[in-house]
């Protein structure tokens, strides 16, 4: 069950003599309920809320109503803190639904509204058609039999889930506008063609992707902030979908998709809000390496720039100003800054002294327990590597101690150049280097530039094996490409 958040403060029922017509009244008759409270409780994104409540009297009736109409989306009834049953809050708020407590669903009785009728009716169908496939189903998942015994199994069911989507397809069909009709739009496929052939005529490997990419949210609309307002968080899913599948993981690349997103969404003020700060979220802590600078790009455009400001407070404001300010002293592509710090002899060691094709930069803590575990797995890649990428390990100890970082590195055998983070002759390494949490690992090329962060290091070889084949790839490409 979901958990849920109750507001301070609530809208009361009170019926006042002579009052205006309120912006929604939703009137419920619920036998075998009396005497208790009921909640009416909306989702939003991943979250759900309280927004109204009312006390329902000897014969189970109550209202929620209120000036201010609701936002479209669904909504449902909360009785002792648990959920009982969903429905649609659409354009029509004055409505009613009566039912009872042995089977809240089944004896549903929707009055003056079509967006609950559609609603109810479609979960009735929905639970014929489960049950006439339920057979079925049993023979196709049944791992004993051979697939011709399940061939006409595997047709009944096609047959039956064709009825369920034409059923459907009449609702969005008849009544395209209600809320109903919009949510299942959003569960239609899209329908890829087959790929043309070229002047040459071989196919065109790239048509549908190209395709699918342009025809994505054909069934789902960015700027209808009812599709924020369900029983699960379809709309962030969606957007992620898009992203993370049909987008490699590459800053411009993503951003100039999520311009495309925002400018859909941006035709509501609500679901502009909720792109922009789901976004922020997303690439806060991104999943691939190097897409830290979509944060930071998102953070200038839309936030240091004031376009957030009708929603964004200072508080937030200055949170996420901090972590791109952070981010964006090291992102890959930029070069690194130079550090120059006493090593264990408390001579200064210079990283830009280092000459090899790659740099290791390795922040870690004698006291962290992850770097404990960290520090070995680098010290074997070292001695198995090191010539054969080339490459040395500057380790920056974070603590002030010199007796710690001594016993640190004989403990470790740490035979590559450790300096001592605090005793240092420029700037700290914080102002200039992400690297808050011990252990933090950063790959440099031969020309001082980040290739690589926030690497394990069990994962050291393979990044290097691949990056250079990678460079090996560009150069190639390069070469034929030149005259």
């Known amino acids: 069950m979901k958990k849920l958040f109750f507001a301070l403060s609530f809208f009361t029922t009170l019926t006042v003599a002579g009052q205006t017509k309120p912006a929604y009244a939703i009137q419920f008759k619920v036998q075998g309920l009396k005497d208790t409270t009921a909640y009416l409780g909306y989702n939003y994104a991943e979250s759900s809320y309280v927004r109204d409540t009312a006390k329902v009297n000897g014969k189970g009736e109550f209202t929620f109503d209120g000036k201010?109409?609701?936002?479209?989306?669904?909504?449902?009834?909360?009785?002792?803190?648990?959920?009982?049953?969903?429905?649609?809050?659409?354009?029509?708020?004055?409505?009613?639904?009566?039912?009872?407590?042995?089977?809240?669903?089944?004896?549903?009785?929707?009055?003056?509204?079509?967006?609950?009728?559609?609603?109810?009716?479609?979960?009735?169908?929905?639970?014929?058609?489960?049950?006439?496939?339920?057979?079925?189903?049993?023979?196709?998942?049944?791992?004993?039999?051979?697939?011709?015994?399940?061939?006409?199994?595997?047709?009944?069911?096609?047959?039956?889930?064709?009825?369920?989507?034409?059923?459907?397809?009449?609702?969005?069909?008849?009544?395209?506008?209600?809320?109903?009709?919009?949510?299942?739009?959003?569960?239609?496929?899209?329908?890829?063609?087959?790929?043309?052939?070229?002047?040459?005529?071989?196919?065109?490997?790239?048509f549908q992707l190209r395709y699918y990419r342009a025809h994505f949210f054909d069934n789902f609309d960015l700027s209808d902030d009812a599709l924020i307002r369900l029983q699960q968080p379809l709309y962030s899913k969606k957007v992620a979908e898009y992203l993370d599948r049909l987008f490699i993981p590459q800053p411009d690349t993503v951003m100039k998709a999520i311009h495309g997103l925002v400018a859909k969404a941006k035709k509501n003020q609500e679901t502009y809000k909720y792109m922009i700060f789901m976004l922020t979220n997303k690439y806060t802590t991104p999943e691939y390496m190097g897409m830290d600078e979509v944060f930071v790009k998102l953070y200038d455009e839309y936030f240091a720039s004031g376009e957030m400001d009708f929603w964004a407070n200072e508080k937030y404001k200055k949170n996420l100003k901090d972590h791109a300010d952070n981010l964006r002293k090291s992102l890959i592509g930029r070069v690194a800054a130079n550090m120059i710090m006493q090593d264990a002899n408390f001579q200064p060691r210079s990283m830009y002294d280092i000459k090899t094709k790659y740099t290791i930069l390795y922040f870690y803590d004698p006291d962290c327990g992850s770097c404990k575990k960290e520090t070995p797995v680098l010290v074997d890649f070292y001695a198995k590597n090191k010539t054969k990428f080339n490459v040395e390990v500057y380790a920056v100890n974070s603590d002030s101690s010199m007796a710690k970082m001594r016993n640190y590195i004989k403990e470790m055998k740490m035979n590559w150049i450790t300096v001592n983070g605090p005793r240092t002759y420029l700037t700290s390494y914080h102002d200039s280097y992400d690297a808050t949490t011990t252990p933090t690992l950063y790959v440099l090329d031969d020309k001082k530039k980040i290739i690589g962060k926030k690497i394990q290091a069990s994962k050291l070889a393979d990044f290097l094996t691949n990056y250079e084949k990678m460079m090996k790839a560009r150069a190639e490409m390069a070469r034929k490409a030149t005259p």
């Open 68 to 206: 201010q109409a609701l936002p479209q989306g669904i909504y449902f009834l909360v009785l002792d803190k648990s959920r009982i049953f969903d429905f649609v809050v659409g354009s029509n708020q004055h409505f009613s639904l009566e039912t009872n407590t042995t089977d809240y669903v089944r004896n549903m009785v929707v009055k003056n509204d079509v967006d609950n009728k559609l609603f109810f009716d479609n979960m009735m169908h929905n639970g014929a058609l489960s049950k006439e496939a339920e057979p079925h189903v049993k023979i196709l998942q049944d791992s004993t039999l051979k697939d011709d015994a399940k061939k006409d199994a595997r047709e009944a069911y096609r047959k039956i889930s064709e009825k369920a989507i034409a059923y459907q397809d009449a609702i969005i069909e008849k009544n395209p506008t209600t809320v109903t009709a919009r949510l299942l739009k959003t569960t239609k496929q899209i329908q890829i063609p087959e790929p043309p052939k070229l002047a040459n005529g071989k196919i065109d490997s790239t």
